[in-house]
């Protein structure tokens, strides 16, 4: 997968006063005929990575199930809805 330039988003503490651990996120331009394949990942790294595409109002309307449950993947969503940076026809 090709995307275009990075925007840094936000960079949250996963558990302030206990872990020191801290996330990157970030968000970049995308359209389905940036696919180079089916998923990515180095199988020497054990990676496997897979590309799930699916319209934007159905991915929110996944966090509002339950069905997305992954806080990163929540925060980058909501983010997204908040900033109107996607199209919401895809």
Do not use: N
Request: net charge negative; with cysteine.
């Amino acid at each position: 997968m090709t995307v275009g330039e990075l925007i840094p988003v936000f960079r949250p503490w996963t558990s302030p006063g206990s872990v020191t651990e801290r996330l990157h996120c970030f968000a970049a331009p995308y359209s389905p005929a940036s696919r180079t394949g089916e998923g990515g990942g180095l199988a020497d790294d054990g990676e496997d990575i897979e590309a799930v595409e699916l319209p934007f109002d159905e991915a929110l309307a996944m966090v509002d199930s339950g069905e997305i449950a992954d806080a990163k993947t929540i925060m980058l969503l909501q983010w997204a809805a908040l900033k109107g940076v996607l199209d919401r026809d895809r």
